[in-house]
């Protein structure tokens, strides 16, 4: 019998597999949908937002590519008009009461169905433009804030450079005031002095909020934002004294072209300098922001919405993974049936269900953070700084410990799904280079982690005192001494049990006689850890939801903290009272929550409720037909014709011709 690639089309209806599972389905899954969106409301609304911006004609009319098999020219000017189409249609939704359109195009939710490795004019809305808001005073910004609204000019944020990245105050770009011409020059004076890395800098960008020394008087008065065009609004060709280009190929995120700059004798004017903070004034005297960490507002923004990104990112991943399981069947079968789905191995149960546990942990908790943001800019707005302490560490604890875990547990699901999870068509790879690049920008987490432990030995040492702490680090006025016996059984007592070990590993850190980098970031990351945990426990009580959802929230709340305490035992043992009998018992706990855990896997990523389009994967597409689909996706790429000249033989002999 003859075989054509055209009878592997995909089937009608679900894969039975991956139907029996959700069979399986023991919760109200809307209802959990519902409270992992924030609301009813909140689920109808981005489902109608999905469906406007995913299926507009401005959208569909071009056709979707496999952009890693493009030329890097053709992929930039491909993904720069998807860009542009995706922020048009954005608009329209807004226009029509589509609310979070323009936030959501650049999320990895709906952004991701469109530009699923990043966009070129990401930083115009993520930091450019909130940098204005947020650095400068209404005169200087209103004209500009208009053209970049209407994307007449394209911006980004200009701080990493070649030889400093998150050591801000290494930074060595310089910004001179002249007083005279009331002017600032621009200077690079070395080679690691040039700007490298910023999104949409390499060919798009014609303007950019610059992070440069400012100097004034013949004083270092520390780095400060200007506001500087770099290349015509009309050619989009570099100015003079502007040297500017693309940095190359990334493991991800290559659609953001990211580049490099560097100045020489270039001037700006006065205005330049974003001065809602800190100014100077035209005779060259400098007048001091009220708050020294107001110039970091725009990194404490972005770091509080890359732990909610991040968050996606796992969900997607474990979304693939765990439909991939139910359905890739691998070992030896009864006698008379069907091989074993692997997601029946209790070994692959652990590699994913611990880390679906903490996508719903890092989904609560990373609201959370986003809930506190809004407050304290709210306060900061009123005149009110004293709580920006607290979200400046927390907002490096929560990107420093979901960046690093969400990364981590995407490349287990990435392996958990064999040699096709490294197929790009799979999704996994281009989900996991997003998430690992997260680590590093916006403050590479091991820095992140030391400015943490600056903070909680400070805290510690003040609760020490006897002084009340802020509502994430109150743990450290805690004695512990209430409960006689150590609690494994309940939410709360799991909670003090993290508590417990976060405050001794603070306190063995404050009581170092010198400076011990590696505790410090052990101390910042169960720090962090401490707060998931204690968010988590809180999101499940108190979550206006069934039974049957609280059961299956406090499951996974469960699995994560059992995993995480076997995971840092040590720790468990030494702070928080633990015996080995009873870390046994939490082995038991674990290994009972994957079993329960089991049946309801695809039902629970299924509430994740993400569409295929914003998943982009052969591998976890809601029908299961996994196979049809990477067949499918490799059939694309084999329609072009060979001739004699595409024969190794052929380049061979024309090779050896030469020698």
């Known amino acids: 019998m003859k075989m054509d690639v055209s009878d592997f089309k995909i089937p009608e209806g679900i894969n039975p597999d991956l139907a029996e599972e959700r069979l399986n389905k023991s919760f109200p899954q809307e209802e959990l949908t519902n409270y992992l969106d924030g609301s009813p409301e909140k689920t109808k609304e981005r489902r109608s937002l999905e469906k406007f911006i995913i299926e507009h004609p401005l959208l569909k009319e071009e056709k979707t590519v496999v952009v890693e098999t493009l030329a890097a020219s053709q992929r930039y000017k491909y993904e720069k008009e998807m860009a542009c189409r995706l922020m048009l249609v954005a608009r329209q939704a807004e226009e029509e009461g589509l609310s979070d359109a323009i936030r959501g195009m650049f999320s990895s939710g709906l952004g991701a169905a469109v530009l699923p490795d990043g966009s070129p004019i990401n930083l115009h809305f993520v930091m450019f433009v909130p940098t204005l808001v947020g650095q400068g005073e209404p005169d200087q910004i209103a ?11 394209v911006g980004t944020y200009a701080q990493t450079e070649l030889g400093h990245g998150t050591f801000i105050r290494g930074l060595e770009l310089q910004a001179e005031y002249d007083p005279e011409r009331k002017e600032f020059e621009l200077n690079s004076p070395t080679l690691t002095s040039f700007k490298w890395w910023p999104g949409g800098l390499g060919r798009t960008a014609t303007h950019a909020v610059v992070m440069a020394k400012l100097i004034t008087q013949g004083v270092n008065r ?11 609004e009309e050619t989009n060709q570099p100015l003079k004294g502007v040297i500017v280009g693309e940095i190359g190929p990334k493991l991800g995120m290559n659609a953001n072209d990211n580049g490099y700059l560097g100045f020489q004798n270039y001037r700006i004017p006065l205005r330049a300098l974003l001065s809602k903070n800190a100014r100077v004034e035209p005779d060259g005297s400098y007048v001091s922001p009220p708050r020294e960490k107001l110039g970091y507002a725009t990194m404490v923004f972005v770091r509080t919405a890359v732990a909610m990104n991040v968050t996606v990112d796992l969900q997607k991943a474990l979304t693939i993974a765990v439909r991939y399981s139910a359905v890739r069947r691998q070992g030896e079968s009864a006698p008379g049936g069907k091989e074993p789905k692997i997601l029946d191995y209790p070994t692959q149960q652990a590699k994913l269900l611990p880390s679906l546990a903490m996508a719903v942990g890092f989904k609560i908790a990373s609201s959370h953070l986003w809930d506190t943001y809004n407050n304290i800019q709210n306060e900061i707005e009123q005149g009110n700084y004293d709580n920006l302490p607290e979200l400046h560490a927390l907002s490096c604890a929560m990107k420093a410990l979901l960046t690093s875990e969400s990364a981590h547990a995407i490349d287990e699901a990435r392996k958990a799904c064999g040699g096709h999870g490294f197929m790009c068509s799979s999704g ?15 403050g590479e987490n091991t820095v992140l982690q030391l400015q943490i432990a600056r903070f909680l030995i400070k805290s510690a040492r003040s609760a020490r005192e006897g002084n009340p702490q802020a509502p994430s680090v109150s743990y450290l006025n805690n004695t512990f001494g209430h409960k006689p016996t150590v609690d494994i059984i309940s939410d709360f007592g799991l909670v003090e049990l993290f508590e417990k070990a976060a405050a001794g590993k603070v306190y063995s850190l404050l009581d170092q006689a010198q400076d011990n ?32 959802i609280k ?7 469960r699995l994560l903290a059992t995993t995480w305490i076997l995971q840092f035992s040590s720790d468990f043992l030494r702070y928080s009272g633990l015996n080995f009998a009873q870390l046994d018992r939490i082995r038991e706990d674990r290994d009972t929550l994957l079993n329960h855990l089991r049946p309801i896997a695809v039902p629970l990523v299924d509430s994740f409720d993400f569409r295929d389009e914003v998943l982009q994967s052969s591998l ?40």
């Open 143 to 153: 004209e500009i804030l208009g053209k970049a609204w209407n994307l007449d000019i």
């Open 222 to 232: 520390g780095v400060h934002p200007f506001l500087v065009q770099l290349r015509s």
């Open 428 to 442: 996994l790879p281009r989900i996991f280079g997003m998430a690992t690049a997260a680590c590093t920008y916006e």
């Open 517 to 548: 980098p590696i505790m410090s970031t052990e101390a910042a990351d169960m720090h962090a850890r401490s707060f998931v945990i204690s968010e988590f426990a809180q999101g499940v009580t108190g979550a206006p939801v069934s039974t049957r």
């Open 551 to 557: 059961r299956v929230l406090s499951d996974l709340f």
């Open 620 to 659: 976890g597409s809601y029908d299961g037909w996994v196979y049809h689909r990477l067949f499918q996706a490799a059939n694309e790429l084999n329609k072009e014709t060979y001739s004699k000249e595409d024969t190794v033989k052929y380049i061979m002999d024309k090779l050896r011709s030469k020698l």
